[in-house]
């Protein structure tokens, strides 16, 4: 099962599709969480995840903002959306009844 | 490349900085580390730690291995200070020779030289090939050890250069140790009895057999690498 931040990893993914790269998904983490993490915490995980073969990822274009440098871009593979999916369900199944997920659905 | 241009006021002295450090990373995380805190605008201090912490994190692994430990405490570290120590008893020793003294002679001396040489050399081939990985930290421990020394070098008749008589050696050494794939043999089982037969007119000095094993072994690693190269390779080709 993937970890808390792999999931995070993978979802922020999945949401900027194919302009998924390792800054906007830095970016998409700290809207979501309101904490930024880490370069080092951001590139490691992505590896590992690459490793299991959940992301796929290449060097892409090279943009002036960036100081001409290129982008890691990612996406998640059929196997990574499959393992998020089965994250979520998990979490979803296991906070059904407490307090906070009850008071969370009133509130939405 | 274009100039990363840093928010905040960031200088271009700040820059060299992180892309000092940054070359400690691959090509590939260097290229897209910089360009990202380049892109979020991150202050030289933010980027430094951001780039110090990737750089940690890629390093820890490596260090799961016992290799890099060998290379740097059990190398490099006291490496450096007995050649330091050998490199002032050979300039103490090219001094008394100069000066007309009879002992211990010219002899001892080219002989204590070509050890010098093969101990530092084999020393830093054996650091380039034990974990080229962590190279770059077994050198900076070296130089650590030899600025400590450098520090508290009290002979008035030498200089304290004459400590680092061993460096161009063994930095030639550990060249050509990040540079080979594969030891010979024949030669480094020559280059090991070679310098072994160099280290017999100090088996007489008391406790001189430790210092001579610590600055031999690299040679007889170097000898048991290329034993296992050529076994493997029988096998291959036994196959």
Redesign the interface.
């Known amino acids: 099962m993937l970890g808390e931040f792999e999931y995070l990893i993978i979802t922020a993914a999945a949401s900027l599709g194919e302009n998924a790269y390792?800054?906007g998904i830095?970016?998409e983490i700290a809207r979501a969480t309101g904490r930024k993490c880490?370069?080092?915490?951001l590139?490691?995980t992505v590896d590992r995840l690459e490793a299991k073969g959940l992301v796929k990822t290449w060097?892409g274009e090279?943009?002036?903002?960036?100081?001409?440098?290129?982008?890691?871009m990612v996406q998640v593979t059929a196997e990574g959306a499959r393992e998020a999916e089965h994250f979520y369900n998990a979490v979803n199944r296991v906070t059904r009844n407490v307090s906070w997920a009850r008071r969370g659905l009133r509130v939405t | 490349m274009m100039p990363v241009n840093f928010r905040n006021g960031s200088s271009w002295l700040n820059l060299s900085w992180l892309e000092l450090l940054a070359s400690g990373l691959s090509s590939g995380d260097r290229e897209t580390v910089l360009g990202d805190l380049a892109e979020a605008g991150e202050t030289g201090a933010q980027a430094f730690l951001a780039v110090a912490g990737l750089l940690i994190r890629r390093q820890l692994p490596v260090w799961r291995n016992w290799r890099p430990w060998l290379a740097a405490f059990g190398l490099a570290i006291p490496g450096s200070f007995l050649l330091m120590g050998f490199s002032v008893s050979i300039a103490q020793t090219y001094q008394s020779v100069i000066g007309g003294g009879v002992s211990p002679g010219l002899t001892m001396l080219l002989g204590d030289i070509g050890l010098l040489a093969a101990w530092s050399v084999t020393g830093g081939f054996a650091l380039g090939t034990i974990s080229r990985r962590t190279t770059w930290i077994s050198a900076a421990l070296s130089l650590l050890a030899c600025g400590f020394c450098l520090g508290r070098f009290r002979i008035d008749s030498l200089s304290r250069l004459c400590l680092l008589l061993f460096l161009p050696p063994a930095m030639a050494g550990l060249c050509f140790g990040l540079r080979t794939s594969r030891i010979r043999f024949g030669a480094s089982l020559a280059v090991a009895i070679a310098m072994t037969v160099l280290t017999t007119p100090h088996w007489n000095k008391p406790g001189a057999w430790l210092a001579n094993w610590m600055l031999s072994w690299p040679a007889w690693y170097l000898v048991a690498i290329a034993w296992r190269h050529k076994a493997r390779r029988r096998g291959f080709d036994a196959r």
């Open positions: 390792s800054a830095r970016d880490s370069v080092g915490a590139y490691t060097m090279a943009t002036p903002q960036r100081g001409g440098r290129a982008k890691r």
